[in-house]
């Protein structure tokens, strides 16, 4: 389970990358868990990718958009309103995790601001903004933009160096996101002798926002956000009382010159969920795309039919649809124990964007006093990342989704998910997801395939 603690030792510390939520890995882990994705047929660094930034770019060199300039933030709102980002998402990290570090502290805590498919670092006076995205094919993409004005404004792919920390087991050993939580010092310095977690929806409440400020209500639970370990001999020694239930962050930190003056609590456990499940996603992709294409190879070098597959690429596509669907319908999610509210407006974008069913229901309506979401399965499914899987990962999925929400699949990993749950998630899905219905009904090979497993 990712929500557990890991120690992380003194050696071969690396610092430096785009966005990085927290930028602290081994080299050693990232050698031993990563996927090929650099070779065939992935090709990361090669490969012609068609993220939301490269659709921006594109505007931009033709002169049908142009980016606005301001004299503070540079050009942070303009790129907010290019890539659908809300402003409200706005969170607020104080750990010294990203590669512009001698600008981040308490005082001066960097903002992150995220989309469906987009995540944007900005600090005060830094020399670019940070931002990742997800390519559907290529997973996480990051890029840096100038902060100097400039007549043609031009994003900048990173080729490697980001990956070195986002492309480990925490990211599911694929180039990915991840939220970290950690115990800072008052500069802003993790003491990375007590260990970080990895953070997502599983994770324990206790166990979180280490380095970040945190706005809303949260009853008797207790995080590690807003609080600053003063004791580098026992930084676990977190005041957490004095940390909790802020509902005003001007208490703690200079709020003035940001877009918003909150670092909301709900955008932070969308944002937990979110980066994990599209590092899911993108795990799913590669053990398709890499195992069938060695089934390939292996095919015509021992004149086998062009679509056989060979034991070891089903169990591969087995286990990866089946780690992308308990993550999808929330399997392990750690359950709220009081109710939470954020501060801002996100929770009321967030849901208005969502596609509601003929009920007027939608994977995006929260619950908040028991669990994050009202209907426990990811809104990540109509995202173009996972609409854009190979078919034969699409079609476990499917089936597996079906065998859940229609209850004949009772196995103790959606214990959580009642009759009630099950049914909802289905009648939603039915009225606005075209691949879930026609699997269902049998009017796809996508269908066939889940009526046959």
């Known amino acids: ?24 890995a081994f080299t050693s882990e990232r050698v031993a868990a990563q996927i090929e994705f650099e ?92 931002m990742s995205t997800v390519d559907p094919q290529q997973g996480a993409i990051f890029y840096t933009l100038d902060q100097t004005e400039a007549s043609k404004p031009r994003f900048i792919r990173d080729r490697g160096q980001c990956i070195t920390c986002h492309a480990s087991s925490r990211t599911q050993a694929v180039p990915g996101h ?62 957490r009382e004095a940390a909790a239930n802020v509902t005003d962050l001007s208490t703690l930190v200079n709020v003035k010159p940001y877009l918003s003056p909150h670092s909301d609590l709900v955008a932070l456990m969308v944002m937990e969920h979110q980066s994990q499940m599209h590092n899911f996603i993108t795990f799913a992709n590669y053990e398709a795309r890499s195992s069938l294409h060695y089934d390939g190879v292996m095919n015509k070098a021992l004149e086998r039919p062009e679509d056989y597959q060979s034991d070891t690429t089903k169990r591969r596509l087995d286990k990866a649809s089946e780690k992308l669907v308990q993550y999808m319908l929330f399997a392990d999610e750690f359950q709220l124990t009081s109710p939470v509210q954020g501060m801002s407006e996100f929770a009321t974008e967030f849901a208005a964007r969502g ?17 994050l979401f009202k209907y426990p399965c990811s809104y990540l499914i109509y995202s173009d990342a996972f609409l854009s899987l190979p078919e034969p990962i699409k079609q476990r999925v499917y089936a597996r989704l079906h065998a859940v929400l229609f209850e004949s699949d009772q196995s103790p990993e959606f214990v959580h998910l009642t009759s009630v749950d099950r049914r909802a998630i289905r009648e939603i899905l039915d009225d606005t997801h075209p691949e879930f219905r026609a699997a269902g009904e049998g009017r796809s090979p996508v269908a066939e395939a889940a009526t046959s497993n």
Not at 194 to 220: A, C, N
Not at 355 to 371: C, I, M, P
């Open 355 to 371: 596609v509601r069913d003929t009920k007027g229901r939608s994977l995006r309506e929260f619950d908040l006093q028991r669990r």
């Open 1 to 24: 389970m990712l929500s557990s603690k890991n120690p992380i030792g003194p050696r071969r510390l690396v610092v430096g990358c785009g966005l990085c939520l927290l930028l602290v």
């Open 39 to 130: 070779a065939e047929p992935v090709n990361y660094n090669t490969a012609q990718t068609n993220d939301p930034v490269v659709k921006l770019q594109k505007l931009l060199d033709s002169g049908e958009l142009k980016l606005v300039h301001d004299e503070h933030y540079g050009y942070l709102p303009s790129v907010l309103d290019a890539l659908n980002v809300p402003k409200s998402s706005q969170m607020l990290v104080f750990s010294q995790t990203s590669f512009q570090l001698r600008r981040i502290a308490p005082s001066h805590p960097r903002a992150v601001y995220f989309g469906d498919d987009t995540y944007v670092g900005w600090v005060q006076d830094g020399d670019v903004l940070e």
């Open 178 to 239: 991840l939220v970290r939580s950690v115990f800072p010092d008052d500069n802003g310095r993790p003491l990375l002798g007590s260990g970080t977690y990895v953070t997502d929806h599983r994770s324990p409440f206790e166990q979180r926002w280490g380095g970040w400020y945190v706005s809303g209500t949260h009853g008797t639970m207790r995080h590690m956000g807003n609080a600053i370990a003063r004791d580098r001999q026992n930084p676990e020694d977190l005041d």
